[in-house]
């Protein structure tokens, strides 16, 4: 029975271009947002014995797929290690392609992230520390939530901030333009797609996170693959250092000959591992975890 529900909440998903919601273990399901007949939702991982009298650290991810493929449950088991680690951790659905363009889908993000700080204290949430994360076309909307303006809905309460604190970037595609005088160029297309630009829904540069750094930025951890072909290394080198240039905070992790997605549990245990541990420490330097990362221990429970 389960089984056919998860069919037909794909199916129904994919109808109204959406990111599937299946019923994730171990997660409470809330809506963030309602447009016309389409509930967005979001799903809530939370430490054993969690009250809302807590103000625990929180990370909003956000799914891969290109903007047009995915859903919540591919980062699932991140979201389950930083629960039992003593976060909050939300995994979010957003629309695709191609119901809406990429701007559609960040505003889809900016609505996501500020109904969790609007929502902190019942949530057991401190929301001075929500990070944003997220790999590939997920990592863009998180980078995005925290470098663009302008991708508000018209009836936002903007009192509150949908900025994050703190940044974990998968394979993140932060260049969705091209950077003048160099040879950095946003993503190619396949020969049976059609260009990445007609997509976006605006001009590039307005959603792409490389064209609008500037200072005060969160601090941002970025794990990529040294071989990744569809979101080359260089194009995070080139904004860890425009990054590092306006003053702030961003730590490239590299991992040799690794392709994209790498980080994955599906894909490679090691790599999971790897960037979990990466991210822990990561998140201690901020003071939101304490302790030495414990992944290896609890990997196999992650699944």
Not at 47 to 72: C, L, M, Q, S
Not at 165 to 190: C, R, W, Y
Request: charged letters at 20%; proline letters at 8%.
């Amino acid at each position: 029975m389960k089984n056919l529900t998860f069919l037909l909440t794909t199916w129904l998903a994919a109808a109204l271009n959406v990111s599937a919601a299946p019923e994730i273990s171990g997660a409470e399901q809330f809506t963030y947002k309602t447009i016309g007949d389409t509930q967005l939702s979001l799903f809530v991982f939370k430490p054993e014995g969690h009250k809302a009298t807590d103000k625990r650290p929180a990370i909003v991810f956000y799914h891969g797929g290109g903007w047009r493929g995915g859903n919540p449950a591919a980062l699932m088991p991140q979201s389950r290690y930083l629960a039992a680690r003593g976060m909050v951790a939300i995994s979010v659905q957003y629309r695709l392609a191609p119901a809406v363009k990429v701007d559609g889908c960040v505003r889809d993000a900016v609505s996501a992230f500020r109904w969790v700080r609007a929502h902190a204290a019942e949530l057991g949430i401190d929301p001075d520390r929500i990070a944003a994360g997220g790999g590939s076309a997920g990592g863009h909307l998180a980078a995005a939530v925290a470098t663009l303006e302008g991708f508000d809905e018209p009836d936002a309460n903007l009192k509150i901030s949908a900025r994050p604190n703190a940044l974990v970037l998968f394979n993140p595609a932060v260049i969705l333009a091209p950077v003048n005088g160099t040879d950095l160029q946003p993503e190619k297309p396949s020969p049976s797609e059609p260009a990445i630009a007609q997509r976006f829904g605006v001009a590039p540069e307005k959603v792409s996170p490389y064209h609008n750094i500037k200072s005060n930025l969160p601090p941002t951890l970025i794990m990529h693959g040294t071989a990744d072909m569809t979101v080359p290394f260089r194009t995070v080198e080139a904004f860890t250092a425009a990054m590092k240039k306006a003053g702030n905070r961003c730590e490239l992790m590299p991992y040799k000959d690794q392709p994209h997605s790498f980080f994955n549990l599906g894909k490679s245990r090691e790599n999971f591992i790897g960037t979990m541990e990466d991210t822990d420490k990561f998140l201690a330097s901020l003071g939101w975890l304490k302790g030495p990362p414990t992944v290896a221990e609890l990997v196999e429970k992650l699944r």
